[in-house]
Structures are given as structure tokens and as C-alpha cells.
């Protein structure tokens, strides 16, 4: 009987190691250790063994049926690991293949250039009015301190669509709306863009329909010191920490003193380049301090009250960051053009 | 403004600021210098000759042979082809090694046979402009004056070795439009000594003269100054004269015009030369035009004129419109002999209606509407008789002749030294200010602590307080002002909730792959017109001055430009376009007080083509349940959930495949597949569009969030299948399943429709996927079954459904 399980075993212990998957190593699990393998049989006959004998051999089944147990245990762990490696290496694919692509689009780059801008100016405080794209000549011209006749009307030939109203050629009426709105109570401290249009045949510069952006701040003690200090805040968010500006004298019917701010070029960071014409800086906007007629002609008495305004072109700022050559690509909305600007 | 450097160097001193230094100068001080142009910077060894003998080429019809005398008594042989050279003639000789512009360099060669060292050089050869010649001395060799020195370098000689500052002025620097007002400028920014021209003549006024002169508009025309003069020699210029012209970018013509010219560039005082036999009566009689009258120009042009014009007049006609332009009637000609030269003030505002209405501009017209010095009057007119008398004969009549109203006054201007600190920024002692309006040369008086500035009349843009600022500040330097921010009450800043949404909704859609555009506002009439499916009452409105046809309407829908845009990328191999704009939509309200226009905002969007195509996938197309789907999941976003949608029929949109979204009722949008005919007329095949009124859909949002407790028990989920008449909608299913099934449905979902044979025709089968829940315990399966049982007792009832098992 001994000799029968010793047997036994051999052949198990073969069986087992020759298995080489888990449905064969079941099945060696079954025909061995199942209720009616060849152990169950050999204990069936244990009945026949004398007194002495009986847990003699009881025990060396049960050590069998552990001994087996264990093996088949520890061949199927090894099975396991082994069909996961297997089905792994099948499941090999070739990772430089391309994504599934998602659809997923962008703002149009005057979109993304604005919301750049508001953030900069509304983290300082500011809010953001807007106001009528058709406007009354008051809001437009003679509030901003162009009176009917006055020559610097020549400088931004308007599109009428009555004697009176016309397609707003800058964005500044909006400031009138928005300090008659506070009724001579300042601060006003706004930003305001919006499309304004000049009677202006389209090329590659010029474009009858453009984005501005302008900036006003009345208050009782705003000084010229600010709007450099406001412009400079500007200029290093837009266009990098190392940015320097420079304020030079000009003329607006509707600030003075005037200047025009120029920034360091951000192509060559000031040390001359095509791009800034070898001069190291680059013209981005118009200001200066609000004309005393433009604040009392909207309510707010000008022997208490300064203000400082600006006002830059969008589509130039866009322009000059990317070095984009036509200012009709904006409009015509080739989708190579906006697809572009994702990271705006 | 053109300001040679050499010129304006007899006026300031101008040592150790080379030209470059002083237009940077000039530019940080608000007088821009838009370039440096140094003359003459390329020619070398050009020198003046001296032509002793010309003879015709031997082999060669069209050349001369010409013995040219140079420094020192040296003779070359120079073949010149200009037909104008000739023996006696001083010329321009660029001798064997010259450069001349463009990097040309002569060398000694052979033409004909013939050797020929070196070239007599045309005015253009030299670089010098065509257009400040005559035709026949642009087309041949340039003739220098006879006492021009042989072996003299020709950049001294025609004045190229100067340095031309082009001034951009601004409109108010009109003092800046003449030498004498730039000397002012220089003089102050560099802090020196000015010296300016000096007259000998003098203004002594002629009383009972020969000359009347009247201002019946004296409104137009505060002061009116003339000069007689005889026996003018009307010949070339000199030299000097005309390089000084030449430099300053105008053309010389004669002596006559050139003084005027000259004058005007150095003085910023325009000058005008009467024939003063054409001087009815030797009357000058300055008033506006009558009805009906009319005057031919200088420019032989016959103008009309009106009511509002200033004219110069004699006894019986107009012989100049005042400031503008001279009548042909007293043109200076041939056989003149006396010559009335005019200086005179006008109103800029008159001059500015006469050139805006006549469309005729002049460089007198362009000082008198900018605003000229009053005070320069006489010294105009003096330098310019004087000049005359020097260099072309003339003897002077008399005195002046005048008629003046009132005198030119100062503008005074308290000076508040505080205020000029807060609005600079600074902390500038009265000494310092006071110092730069000592280099301005602006008179300030003090009396008890208070400071009046006087203004020369030639800064006529200084008017008010914050003028003086602007003074102060360039001067003491725009660089030196500190860098504060504006100290202030407390203001939050930030956008409004709107302004918020706008972001959100563009945001959404962008991630929902519709690319963002903008296009134009103005359009044809055509556009403006086509049939308006959002806002049906829209009335187009027209620009009065258009610039073109394409764009002569407002805008009243977007549909057609995105079309556009849709046929601009599909025309340019890109037929996949997912666009929108948020953009402005004009009417006509003459009711709408102030401002008869209402602007309204559109959401529209256009899809068409292929999404994205995926190697493993088969490709998507867009469709009408695409773009709802974009809809959609732009309301879910804004949290608008009911919305309906509603089949509708549109002009430019599919009958069959259009839909009204409507939010309780309320119309908001409409979308659908855009009409076959339209599609065709963009050279597109299927496109879906949608537009939606952003202003309603802004007021609608609210973005309020409803929380709901995570639920406590379980949901029990059934299947539902019923066949419908095919004309029975999903959402008339839909509806009266949630109506019976009420709080205890949490969700439907249709997950299959289904027609074909297997239902019969005529039908179609509709699937959902039913999930219960209550709040307040466990659904038991009677429960569900009942509910269910009800819910098909009533769309068998409603529909004539039959429920597939």
C-alpha cells in the first residue's frame, strides 16, 4: 500500500510538471485529489488494514494529499503568472500610433488677447463696461472734446448712418457712458473693448472694422505717475517681467497731457531688430490725462477730479506678439489661422 | 515738415548734437522724427567742371566730346549723351574712382572708339529727386551756377552734405510747421541761444498809399498786410536758394515763388503774389463769396463758391479764396511789373470749411488751418521784399499797406504749481518750473506768490492749465516722471455675472470643437435683407457714406457670414468647419429715443463635414443630431432644462430637418439643416446651422445649483418598447411617460429606434431604458409593475402604442 502511494506520487509530481496550463492542471487537481481519484480509492481500502497498520497509512495519505495540494498550488500560481505574461506580450500594441481624437476648438486670437488683457487690468482693480457699437456724434466726438469742424475729426473718417449717428470709430464713447452713469461720484476705474470702425479701405494694414481696448481711471489724486505705473504693470504682464516702457509727448483732442507708450521690442528685448526698425522699441498705445472738458462734459468737475486714460489697437498688439502679416486674416477666419491660436 | 539740419543750425547752435542726437531729441519732446535722411552720403569725387570745348562724337551721332576743365587747370576728355551739355557750362564731373548713390562707380572707358575719363552727372545720377527739376534739366546733365568754383566738391555746392529731420507732427504742433518755430523747439530742449533771421527792413505803414485794403470780414480775416513791388526780375533762383527748397521738399520754380516758398518754410507764414495791374482800383477787399460767384483757380480749375468762403477781392471780382489758392485773373506773369505780395492772418475754422467743401488743399491752406502766428506778418513780408530786392531786383513801393481789426493778445494762464505736481506726478520746485518756461521763452509774471504764464501767439494749442502740464512735463522729460499706481478707495474690480457667462458659454462651445470667428458687421444689401428667422422684425439699416456695395447694410443676422467663412475654408481644401459667433445684429427703431438703433446679440454656430477621422473608427459626420447635441450640451452647461424643441418650417432652412428650441414656451433659437438652394449658393453640400437670441439666453441663466442629497435607496431599472405610428414624435413618447410615471421616474433614455419590416410599414419602434427610484424607501416589484401597467395603459390609449414584448 505504501509502495502504491509512493507510486502515486511519482506520477502525480509527473503529471503536475508536465502540465502546461491551468485547464490541464485542474484537470490533474481533479483526477488525483477528486472524489473518485486514486487516492480516495486507496483510502476506501484502508478498511482492510489491520488495527496498526490503519493510521500508519492514513497518515501518509493525507501527507500525500498536502503534499499534493501544495505543488498544485504553487504550479498553478506559476501558471497564472505565466498566461499574464503571455496574454501581455499579446496584448502588445504599438504605443506611436495616433490618440483617438477629441473635438475640441479655440477662441478667435482677439478673443483670447482681450480676456488677457481684462484679467491683467480687472486683477488691478478694474471692471469692464461695454456700450453701443452705433453711436449718438455726442458720445462719439463732442463729449471727447471734438466739436463739429475740429480738424483731428479729419483723422478718423467715420461711417455715418445719420447726421448724428454713426458706427463708433474708437471705443472711448464708452467712457463718457460710463462716467455719466456715476453722476460726478468717482473712482471710475474701467476698461472697455469692442469693435470700432474707420472709413478705411482694407489692405494689409488697415482694416475698416478693428478691436480696441481703452483704460480710465478718475479719481481725486490721479497723477501721470500712475498711468506710467498702471502701463508698466501692463506691458511686463503682456509682454514679460523684462519689459520697460517709455512715455513720449502727443497729441489727443481728448487727454493732455498726451503720450504715446512705446515698449521694449520683444523680439530683440531692446537691442534693435527689423521688427522695431533698429530702434529697440516697439509703439503699442495711445494716452495721457483726461482733457478737463471730456470730464466736465461727463459730469465730473474737473477742478476736483483727474483721470488718466489709453487705448490700444487688439489686432496690432496680436500683430506685433506673433508676427502676423495681414490684418484681414482676423476676419476672413481661415481655419489654419485661428486653429493657431489654442494657446492663447 | 522736412528741416535740414544745416538750416536750422543759422538758427540754434547746434554744436556737438549731430543729427541723429537731436531727432532723438526732438522725438522723447513730442516732435517726432519719423527719419534721418543724410544727402549726398554715397557721393564721393564728384566735383564741379568746367566745360571748355564740346564737339559731336566722331562716330557717334548722339555724344559729345567734351574737354572739361577741373582743379588746378587739369583737362579731361568726358563723352556726355545729355543733349543739353554745352561748352561754358559749370557741371557736376564724377571723375575716374567716384561713387555715386546706389554704389555705382565710374571708371575710365572707351565709347565709340573713344576714351572717356569720367561722367557729367544728371540731377538724378546724384541722387537728387526728379520732380524739383525742370523737365529739360531732369532729362539732361545738371547746369551749375556760373560762379560756382571749378575743382569745388559738388556735396558743398548743392548742399548734400546735410542731414533732412522728417517731422511727424501732431496736429497741434503747427508752430513746428517752420524753421523758426523747430529753432524755438531746439532751443529750448537743448537750453541755447536762439538767433533768428534778421530784417532790414522795417515796418513803417503806408497811409495814403497806393493800395487800399479793406476786411469787410474781419471775422475771417483780424489782419491783412501787403507790400508793393516793382520791377521784379522774374528768372531762376539762385543756388543756395534752391537747395534750400529742395531740402525743404518743394520744387523751385522762379525767384518769385521760391521767396514766397522760402519765406513760408521759414516762417510758417504763407505768402501770396498778386499782378497788381489785375488789382481793380488798387483795392484789396477781404469778405466772404456772394451766391452764385465763382473764381478760377491757380490750377485753372473754375470754382464754385459759397457764402461761407473768404476771398480776396479787388474792386469788382474775387482774385484769390483767402488762404487756399490765387485767382488765374491776377496771376504773376511774363510781363508783370508790379507785384503785391500778400501776408495776411485767417481763420482757421473759415479756411478749414473752404478746403473741406472745395476738396483743394495748398500749403498755405494747411498752416492757416493748423493756426499760423499772428505776429509774424510783418517779418514775413519784410524778409521776403528784402529777398526780392537781393536777388531779383525789386524795387519796394512805399511801405506796408494793412487794414488790421485787433491786435494778436498773449493767452494768460495761472500757473498753479500744485496742481501741476499732481497731474505730473512730481515734485517739481517753482524754480524748476519757472526755468523751463525761460527755456520755452514763455513770459511768467509773479505777483504775491501767484504765477501768470504768458503764451508767445505762436503756441496757439496753449489754452488751459493742463497745456502748460503737457509743457512742463515734455521738457523736464516724460522719463523723469516717477512710476506710482493711482491711490484710491477701494474698488473690487472684476467681471459681471454677464460677462462671466459670455466667457463660460464661448468656453463651452470651443470645448464642444466649434472654433470661434468674427467677421465683419457691415454687408451688402443683399445680406442685410435675407429672410430673418430669429428676430423677424429687424429693419435693415444703411450707412449714409459707405466705401463699397459689399459693405454698405448693417448686419441683421451672422447665418450668412458664417456661410461665407464655411465657403472660404471649404474653397481652401478645409470642407470640416464647427464655427460660432457671439456677435451684434443691427435694427432700425427710430422709437428707441436718443440712439434710433437697437443692437441686439446673436449665438450662432454652422457645422458641416467630417468630425476628425480615426484610423480604427468609421468616420463621423456631422448632422442635425450632432449640432443638437452641441445645443445641448451648451443648456446643460447653463442649466437651462426645459427646453423644447419644436419642428418648424423656414425660409433657408430643410422643411423637414428645422426646429424652434423654445424655453417655456418662449422662443430662444432656432436650428435645422440649411436649405439645399442656400447650401448651393455657398458651394456647400449639407450644413447645419444654428442661432440663438444670447441676450434672452443670458437673461435666462441663472447657474443656480440645486443640491441633491446622494439617494439612500436603491433604483429599479425596466425596459420599455413600444410601436408607434411613424408620424408619433419621441418627445410626445416621452412626455406622456414622464407625466403618468411623475416622481418616481428618475430618468428615461431612449435607447433604440427602430423601423422596418419586422414592425410594418408605416411604424416604428421606440425603446427606453425606464429607471425608478423613490426617496423614501425601497421599490418593491408590484409597485413597478403597477406603474408600469399605467404608463402602457395610456400611450396605448394616447398613441394606439403596442408594447413589444
Keep these: 500500500m505504501k509502495d502504491r502511494l509512493e507510486q502515486l506520487k511519482l506520477r502525480a509530481v509527473q503529471e503536475i510538471a508536465n502540465a502546461t496550463t491551468l485547464a490541464a492542471l485542474q484537470e490533474v487537481k481533479i483526477r488525483y485529489l477528486g472524489k473518485k481519484g486514486p487516492i480516495t480509492e486507496v483510502s476506501r481500502g484502508l478498511s482492510a488494514l489491520s488495527v496498526e497498520e490503519r493510521p500508519l497509512v492514513g497518515q501518509l495519505i493525507n501527507l500525500l494529499k498536502e503534499e499534493l495540494a501544495d505543488s498544485i498550488a504553487v504550479k498553478e500560481e506559476g501558471l497564472k503568472k505565466e498566461a499574464i505574461k503571455q496574454q501581455l506580450v499579446a496584448e502588445t500594441i504599438d504605443v506611436t500610433l495616433p490618440g483617438k481624437p477629441l473635438v475640441q476648438a479655440n477662441a478667435h486670437p482677439l478673443s483670447g488677447i482681450i480676456a488677457e488683457i481684462e484679467d491683467i487690468f480687472v486683477g488691478l482693480g478694474f471692471e469692464i463696461a461695454e456700450g453701443p457699437e452705433v453711436e449718438h456724434d455726442f458720445y462719439n466726438f463732442e463729449a471727447l472734446n471734438l466739436p463739429k469742424d475740429h480738424p483731428a475729426r479729419e483723422m478718423q473718417d467715420t461711417f455715418y448712418i445719420t447726421e448724428e449717428v454713426l458706427l463708433r470709430t474708437h471705443t472711448s464713447p464708452v467712457q463718457i457712458r460710463a462716467m455719466l452713469e456715476k453722476k460726478g461720484e468717482g473712482p471710475v476705474k474701467i476698461i472697455c473693448p469692442g469693435a470700432v470702425y474707420r472709413r478705411d479701405d482694407d489692405d494689409a494694414t488697415h482694416s475698416h472694422q478693428f478691436t480696441q481696448i481703452e483704460g480710465l481711471v478718475v479719481d481725486k489724486q490721479i497723477a501721470m505717475s500712475d498711468l506710467k505705473g498702471l502701463l508698466l504693470s501692463f506691458a511686463q504682464e503682456m509682454f514679460g517681467a523684462d519689459t520697460k516702457i517709455r512715455l513720449r509727448p502727443s497729441f489727443f483732442p481728448f487727454t493732455e497731457p498726451s503720450a504715446e507708450v512705446d515698449v521694449t521690442c520683444f523680439f530683440c528685448h531692446g537691442e534693435g531688430c527689423n521688427i522695431c526698425k533698429q530702434t529697440g522699441w516697439i509703439e503699442i498705445l495711445g494716452s495721457g490725462m483726461v482733457h478737463p472738458r471730456v470730464l466736465d462734459n461727463a459730469g465730473f468737475d474737473s477742478s476736483k477730479y483727474t483721470g488718466l486714460a489709453f487705448g490700444l489697437g487688439v489686432e496690432r498688439i496680436a500683430m506685433l506678439k506673433y508676427g502676423i502679416e495681414d490684418i484681414r486674416h482676423f476676419y476672413t477666419n481661415d481655419l489654419r489661422f485661428l486653429e493657431q491660436f489654442r494657446m492663447i | ?805
Design chain 2, 1 to 805: 515738415m522736412r528741416v535740414s539740419y544745416n538750416w536750422l543750425a543759422e538758427y540754434v547752435d547746434l554744436k556737438n548734437i549731430d543729427p541723429y542726437q537731436l531727432a532723438d531729441l526732438l522725438t522723447a519732446a513730442g516732435v517726432e522724427v519719423d527719419a534721418v535722411i543724410a544727402t549726398g552720403k554715397e557721393i564721393e569725387n564728384v566735383v564741379v567742371g568746367y566745360v571748355r570745348e564740346r564737339v559731336q562724337h566722331p562716330n557717334a551721332e548722339r555724344l559729345s566730346l567734351c574737354q572739361v576743365e577741373l582743379a588746378g587747370g587739369r583737362v579731361e576728355q568726358i563723352i556726355c549723351g545729355a543733349q543739353n551739355v554745352d561748352s561754358g557750362q559749370k557741371v557736376a564731373v564724377a571723375q575716374v574712382g567716384a561713387t555715386l548713390p546706389g554704389g555705382f562707380i565710374i571708371k575710365q572707358a572707351k565709347l565709340r572708339g573713344i576714351d572717356s575719363c569720367g561722367m557729367i552727372c544728371s540731377a538724378d545720377e546724384l541722387g537728387l529727386d526728379k520732380k524739383f527739376f525742370s523737365k529739360e534739366v531732369a532729362e539732361g546733365i545738371l547746369v551749375l551756377d556760373e560762379d560756382t568754383q571749378i575743382g569745388d566738391d559738388i556735396r558743398d555746392v548743392l548742399h548734400l552734405n546735410d542731414h533732412i529731420l522728417d517731422l511727424e507732427l501732431t496736429p497741434n504742433r503747427a508752430d513746428c510747421l517752420s524753421m523758426i518755430g523747430v529753432a524755438y523747439e531746439v532751443a529750448a530742449i537743448l537750453d541755447r541761444e536762439l538767433t533768428l533771421p534778421e530784417n532790414t527792413l522795417t515796418e513803417q505803414i503806408d497811409t495814403g498809399g497806393r493800395v487800399k485794403i479793406k476786411l469787410t470780414a474781419s471775422d475771417g480775416c483780424p489782419h491783412y498786410a501787403a507790400r508793393l513791388l516793382r520791377n521784379v526780375r522774374v528768372e531762376e533762383s539762385p543756388e543756395w536758394l534752391r537747395n534750400r527748397l529742395i531740402a525743404a521738399g518743394i520744387r523751385p520754380i522762379n525767384n518769385l515763388v521760391d521767396v514766397t516758398n522760402y519765406v513760408l518754410m521759414e516762417y510758417g507764414q504763407p505768402l501770396h503774389a498778386f499782378d497788381f495791374k489785375a488789382v481793380k482800383g488798387g483795392v484789396i477787399d477781404v469778405r466772404f463769396a456772394r451766391a452764385g460767384e465763382e473764381i478760377t483757380t491757380l490750377d485753372g480749375q473754375l470754382r464754385k463758391l459759397d457764402s461761407e468762403m473768404l476771398l480776396i477781392t479787388d474792386e469788382e471780382k474775387a482774385i484769390a479764396i483767402a488762404g487756399v489758392m490765387g485767382g488765374a485773373n491776377s496771376e504773376v506773369v511774363s510781363d508783370t511789373i508790379e507785384v503785391l505780395l500778400e501776408s495776411a492772418f485767417f481763420n482757421s475754422t473759415s479756411v478749414g470749411k473752404t478746403v473741406r467743401k472745395l476738396d483743394l488743399r495748398s500749403e498755405a491752406s494747411v498752416r492757416f488751418e493748423k493756426g499760423v502766428d499772428p505776429n509774424r506778418i510783418y517779418g514775413a513780408v519784410n524778409r521776403a521784399a528784402e529777398l526780392l530786392v537781393k536777388i531779383a531786383g525789386a524795387e519796394i513801393v512805399g511801405d506796408i499797406y494793412e487794414a488790421k481789426v485787433r491786435e494778436p493778445v498773449a493767452k494768460k494762464i495761472q500757473l498753479n504749481p500744485v496742481k501741476q505736481n499732481l497731474v505730473m506726478g512730481t515734485n517739481l520746485t517753482i524754480e524748476q518750473m519757472l526755468d523751463i518756461f525761460r527755456r520755452l521763452r514763455f513770459t511768467v509774471q509773479e505777483s504775491g506768490g501767484s504765477y501768470i504764464v504768458e503764451v508767445p501767439t505762436r503756441r496757439g494749442d496753449i489754452t488751459i492749465e493742463e497745456d502748460l502740464a503737457e509743457e512742463l512735463a515734455r521738457i523736464y522729460g516724460y522719463d523723469n516722471i516717477p512710476i506710482t499706481l493711482p491711490v484710491s478707495v477701494y474698488t473690487r474690480g472684476g467681471l459681471t455675472d454677464k460677462q462671466k457667462l459670455f466667457r463660460r458659454i464661448k468656453r463651452n462651445l470651443e470645448a464642444s470643437g466649434l472654433n470661434e470667428v468674427i467677421t465683419y458687421t457691415l454687408v451688402s444689401e443683399a445680406t442685410a435683407n435675407r429672410s430673418n428667422n430669429l428676430f423677424t422684425d429687424l429693419v435693415p439699416l444703411k450707412l449714409l457714406t459707405p466705401l463699397s456695395e459689399e459693405r454698405e447694410y448693417l448686419r441683421t443676422q451672422l447665418l450668412t457670414n458664417l456661410l461665407a467663412v464655411a465657403e472660404y475654408n471649404t474653397n481652401r481644401q478645409e470642407p470640416n468647419i464647427r464655427i460660432f459667433e457671439i456677435g451684434r445684429v443691427f435694427s432700425s427703431e427710430p422709437e428707441a429715443g436718443k440712439l434710433p438703433v437697437k443692437e441686439r446679440r446673436v449665438l450662432a454656430g454652422l457645422l458641416t463635414g467630417d468630425l476628425p477621422r480615426y484610423y480604427a473608427d468609421k468616420t463621423t459626420t456631422v448632422d442635425f443630431f450632432y449640432t443638437k447635441g452641441v445645443i445641448e450640451e451648451l443648456f446643460n452647461e447653463l442649466g437651462l432644462s426645459n427646453i423644447e424643441y419644436q419642428a418648424t418650417v423656414v425660409n433657408d432652412y430643410h422643411p423637414g430637418r428645422t426646429a424652434k428650441i423654445l424655453y417655456k414656451g418662449e422662443q430662444i433659437g432656432l436650428f435645422g439643416e440649411v436649405h439645399p438652394e442656400l447650401a448651393e449658393e455657398f458651394d456647400l453640400k449639407r450644413v447645419y446651422l444654428f442661432e440663438l437670441d444670447y441676450d434672452r439666453l443670458l437673461e435666462l441663466t441663472t447657474l443656480e445649483i440645486e443640491y441633491k442629497r446622494l439617494p439612500k435607496y436603491p433604483a429599479v431599472e425596466r425596459d420599455l418598447a413600444l410601436v408607434v405610428d411613424e408620424s408619433v414624435s419621441n418627445y410626445e413618447a416621452a412626455h406622456l411617460i414622464r407625466n403618468t410615471a411623475r416622481d418616481l421616474l428618475e430618468s428615461l433614455e431612449l435607447f433604440d429606434v427602430y423601423t422596418g419590416a419586422q414592425i410594418g410599414e408605416g411604424k416604428k419602434s421606440l425603446a427606453y431604458a425606464l429607471t425608478f427610484r423613490s426617496n423614501d424607501k425601497t421599490l418593491i416589484d408590484e409597485e413597478i409593475t403597477a406603474l408600469i401597467q399605467k404608463i402602457i395603459k395610456k400611450l396605448e390609449d394616447r398613441l394606439q402604442a403596442e408594447i413589444r414584448k
